[in-house]
């Protein structure tokens, strides 16, 4: 086959495409129509024994995105009791140092009674024009509060006001972040409980 | 072809007939058809352009939506995918590219770069969001979008055309269009339009107290003799 | 080859010059030499001609604004290994003027032509001075430390309180015009005439005069938005009738402000910044930048962290390699095809740099003393299927696709032909050098990391032309994936970061410059530390933008075809090249 290559190297070539193009047939063939459209055969397509189509159909398939895949930042609040939303935020402000475009705007709320400042944001904004996904914000946050989201599909019409996150659409319940980040979540939380421990 | 979205839910089609058939509107057949044959502009600036790429090839095959034919003239395309960070050398190629785009044309910022300078904002070249000089339809964030949001983001300006009509498009009124006028670049970028607003911004100031800021200062460099007191 | 270039020369260098020519730069943290500005150029020659340093790599200058001075660096080499050479020269702010080094070295061309452009230093005999990332008429130069872009907040992140009274300040609401623009006072737009580009297209070289055969001399230009350009690059062509006379390459398009950014952020703030500088290889870029900061902290790396960045840095030349020779063949005319397979590659490390990193291309996965998270099994076995299995099978195919196709081997063989020399001369790098024949690699050169202890092979040409530049890429895939086996077979537990995580870094005081062998050629950051959080200065060596240096020489004499193979070969990018 080399010594056939170097002579014909054309004929080699599209040797080449056609049999990418007959694979698409017989790998269709064998693997029957589990390939497509399944969890299991989305899977099987991004492995590295793949052949034949490679396509994902995205909007019907989706590309299963990994745990730490980051898009935007949000921030995450426990649920109380009654319904109310803790937000875990601080507002340290240590998100807003790191920051490398500097896109994160905090201002941190006052105690009606003491008048002194309380350790919660009053408002809390991210412009998601200027944010670059860099993830230091969810990184360096040493409240586990600000996490990056997973949710990419936010193309809009308008831009300016509704770009400007604040606490409204930056809040989601921890479920949510254990929904999508599994892992880090429960690391972080036997983190948190290994550190309550001693005090107790 | 699938009539999906070319009939009218509201027309009853005989079951027999369903896929020969469809009942719809001038504008429904108008949208449906430019709809799925939205043709991008080979046109890429920076990091998002190579997203762009990786979404028309084989993996997420932009082929599946009518839009695989990107050409590299602005004469034969419908949509510019503005996929970078635009910058101030860039910005009057991209208008001039805009003004020549025959209608209707769409844009589609992609990315934060495209949409407000995303993170070099604050750079010294760079345009802060390309919707300053040209009129943009969808705003996909993300930096990079993956493949995935930029496909999000076609389907949206698909949706968008769906709903125009063509008693209303622009490109059916009468007169031509006016074109943007092409941006220059002197000491910074200059938008024609804004001219009369950059000359009396630039002028030197009548304000008193920066007045004699700039009076103290030039005592200090000897210039004037220094005022008493 | 003298004898000065067998004994150690840098101990005793200063003694081979008359007294005041060069001095020893005792500044602490600071290395190498200062000359004076009347003898660089003797001194420059000594160095290439008697002491083998022939590889002028970067040449690059800081602003000390404290001092009043200009120190204007040049980091030379020796194609044939060892560290380098350090040589500055100091001017005065008010007088920034140094004899250009152009003549001996032409590499240092468009280095000079940027530091004249962002610093407003001139190089006295350079044939070519103007502006090359900005346009000519740009009021100031931006890299000076006293010049303040529009949406100038303050001179270092973190930005201080952003929320006096209740209000939130953006940039925006700071600038008078409310936009990324300012003007000089009393500045009529009206009356502004733009430059002509004049001096572009005077500077095209012409044919001789021919008195029999009349013809027209064509300028073209190509670029901005052209298909062949890989980005928003344009190249001035002046053609008589198919044949190339002279090229000049105009670039800026996409001159994103890397630097001055750079400066006002953090240590660490810029590590996100440096994947958007080659966009395609961010894990190297993140290697080079750690390397460079690492050397000054003296940070040790832990013996995993050392292995999972070699991989990640592996994996992304292998990626590289593809993407460029599958690009190569749509410049040739393929549409798509060949592109087509190698970006299927390229999507499956995508997906185990997403998994390990949280992006595809913007992976900013490496920190000082480490990396950012550990690599799971799970990943590694992922890894493991591609080196063993997918890629040497695919590579294969590639190669039976590609490499004696007599299309591809009729428009590549002897087009595009850069001599050693003259790939030396040029300071180019990458694969572009090596197919020249000169076996210069910094992982071997100059090792950095654990790759002294590993096995490879550099992959050399003989030609210097476009297709001995495919070959050594095919060839270093497959050395790559050598490099990736040894490692999968070696990589240790233990942890992945020194020290504990930290936004803010302690950096002392000093110069540095980290370079790695990145997938397009030598990657380096030069870095310069105040002891505060911020660089004082931060300077990226960008492959492409040296490389392309040789273009011109490259192209001219052949047809306006192939010119965009040639650039093609290059294998740039732009958001390198323009920063």
Not at chain 3, 169 to 180: E, G, S, T
Not at chain 3, 313 to 332: K, P, Q, V
Request: proline share 7%; hydrophobic share 40%.
């Amino acid at each position: 086959m080399k010594n056939f290559g170097k002579r014909f190297g054309v004929m080699s070539s599209l040797g080449v495409t056609m049999g990418h193009f007959f694979d698409t047939y017989i790998v269709d063939l064998v693997k029957g129509r589990k390939r497509y459209w399944t969890p299991e055969g989305i899977e099987a397509r991004r492995q590295a024994d793949t052949e034949g189509i490679f396509t994902i159909q995205y909007p019907e398939e989706q590309l299963p995105v990994p745990e730490e895949f980051r898009v935007l930042p949000f921030l995450v609040y426990d649920e109380g009791e009654n319904g109310e939303k803790n937000l875990r935020c601080t507002a340290c402000g240590i998100c807003a140092k790191v920051c490398p475009p500097q896109c994160i705007w905090i201002y941190r709320a006052t105690d009606p009674v003491t008048g002194k400042p309380s350790p919660h944001p009053a408002e809390f904004h991210i412009d998601m024009d200027i944010c670059m996904n860099c993830g230091f914000c969810a990184e360096y946050c040493p409240f586990d509060a600000i996490k990056m989201d997973h949710d990419f599909e936010l193309a809009s019409y308008t831009r300016g006001e509704s770009h400007l996150y604040g606490l409204d659409k930056l809040m989601k319940p921890v479920s949510y972040y254990e929904s999508i980040r599994p892992v880090n979540a429960s690391r972080e939380a036997a983190a948190r409980a290994e550190k309550a421990r001693p005090k107790a | 072809m699938s009539p999906e979205g070319l009939s009218k839910p509201e027309y009853q089609v005989p079951q027999e007939m369903q896929n020969q058939v469809a009942l719809t509107t001038l504008d429904r057949l108008y949208n449906w058809s430019r709809k799925n044959s939205v043709w991008p502009m080979m046109f890429g600036l920076a990091c998002c352009a190579i997203e762009m790429i990786a979404a028309a090839a084989s993996r997420y095959d932009l082929a599946r939506f009518g839009m695989e034919v990107m050409r590299p003239s602005p004469r034969q395309s419908d949509v510019m995918l503005v996929s970078g960070t635009v910058t101030k050398k860039m910005i009057p190629q991209i208008v001039r590219l805009y003004n020549q785009m025959p209608e209707p044309k769409y844009v589609i910022a992609m990315g934060a770069c495209a949409t407000s300078g995303g993170p070099f904002k604050e750079g010294y070249n760079v345009v802060a969001g390309v919707d300053k000089f040209i009129p943009v339809d969808v705003y996909i964030p993300g930096c990079p979008p993956t493949p995935q949001a930029l496909l999000h983001g076609l389907m949206t300006l698909q949706k968008k055309i769906e709903g125009q009509s063509l008693k209303e498009v622009s490109w059916y009124q009468k007169g031509p269009g006016e074109p943007i006028p092409v941006p220059v670049l002197g000491p910074d970028l200059i938008d024609m339009r804004k001219a009369a607003v950059i000359r009396e911004k630039s002028q030197p100031v009548a304000d008193p107290e920066k007045a004699a800021v700039a009076v103290d200062e030039a005592a200090q460099n000897g210039e004037l003799p220094a005022k008493e007191g | 080859m003298t004898e000065a270039t067998l004994v150690n020369p840098l101990e005793t260098l200063v003694e081979h010059f008359p007294s005041g020519w060069v001095k020893k730069d005792d500044r602490p943290g600071y290395s190498g030499f200062i000359v004076e500005r009347e003898h660089l150029l003797d001194f420059a020659r000594a160095m290439r001609d008697d002491f083998g340093f022939d590889y002028l790599s970067m040449v690059t200058a800081s602003d000390y604004l404290a001092e009043g001075i200009f120190d204007v660096v040049y980091y030379a080499y020796k194609t044939i290994g060892g560290p380098a050479l350090v040589f500055k020269v100091q001017v005065p702010r008010e007088d920034a003027v140094v004899p250009s080094l152009v003549a001996l070295y032409p590499g240092a061309d468009f280095q000079e032509r940027e530091l004249w452009d962002l610093m407003g230093i001139r190089f006295e005999g350079h044939p070519d001075l103007r502006r090359i990332l900005m346009w000519e008429g740009f009021e100031g130069h931006p890299l000076r430390k006293d010049w303040k872009e529009p949406f100038y907040e303050e001179d270092v992140k973190p930005f201080k309180s952003r929320w006096p009274e209740g209000k939130p300040i953006h940039a925006d609401d700071r600038n008078p015009f409310n936009d990324n623009v300012q003007y000089p006072t009393g500045f009529d737009p009206e009356r502004w005439v733009p430059e002509a580009e004049t001096l572009l297209y005077s500077g095209l070289q012409q044919t001789a005069h021919n008195e029999e055969f009349k013809t027209d001399e064509l300028i073209v230009n190509m670029g901005p938005q052209h298909p062949s350009t890989h980005g928003v690059f344009r190249m001035v062509v002046s053609l008589q009738g198919e044949k190339i006379v002279d090229l000049k390459p105009v670039m800026g398009y996409l001159h994103r402000n890397h630097e001055k950014i750079g400066e006002r952020n953090t240590f660490l703030q810029n590590m996100p910044f440096t994947d958007r500088l080659d966009y395609t290889t961010s894990m190297s870029n993140n290697f080079a930048y750690a390397l460079a900061v690492e050397k000054l902290m003296g940070l040790q790396v832990p013996e995993r962290a050392e292995y999972i960045r070699v991989i990640m840095a592996e994996l992304t030349r292998i990626m590289n390699h593809f993407f460029a020779t599958g690009f190569l063949l749509n410049d040739l005319g393929v549409y798509f095809t060949a592109s087509l397979y190698a970006i299927e590659e390229r999507e499956l490390i995508l997906d185990i740099f997403e998994e390990v990193s949280g992006s595809r291309m913007m992976c900013n996965y490496f920190r000082f003393g480490g990396v950012v998270r550990d690599v799971s099994d799970e990943v590694l076995k992922k890894i493991h299927n591609l080196i063993y299995d997918r890629i040497p099978r695919k590579l294969d195919q590639f190669d039976a696709y590609l490499t004696n196709n007599e299309i591809l081997r009729t428009r590549c063989e002897g087009v595009g032909v850069l001599t050693a020399d003259q790939a030396i001369a040029l300071s180019t790098a990458g694969p572009i050098l090596r197919a020249s024949g000169v076996p210069y690699d910094v992982r071997r050169a100059d090792p950095y990391s654990i790759y002294d202890r590993l096995d490879f092979d550099v992959v050399t040409g003989i030609h210097g032309d476009i297709y001995d530049r495919y070959l050594v890429r095919v060839g270093e895939i497959k050395e790559s994936i050598k490099i990736i086996k040894q490692l999968l077979r070696d990589i240790p537990g233990g942890p992945i970061l020194a020290g504990k995580p930290a936004y803010q870094v302690r950096v002392p005081a000093g110069e540095s410059y980290g370079r790695v062998e990145g997938p397009k050629g030598e990657m380096g950051f030069y870095i310069v530390s105040s002891g505060k959080p911020n660089p004082e200065r931060y300077h990226v060596r960008a492959p492409t933008f040296i490389n392309l240096t040789s273009l011109a020489p490259m192209s001219r004499g052949e047809k306006v075809a192939d010119v965009v193979v040639i650039l093609g070969a290059i294998d740039i990018v732009l958001g390198e090249v323009d920063r």
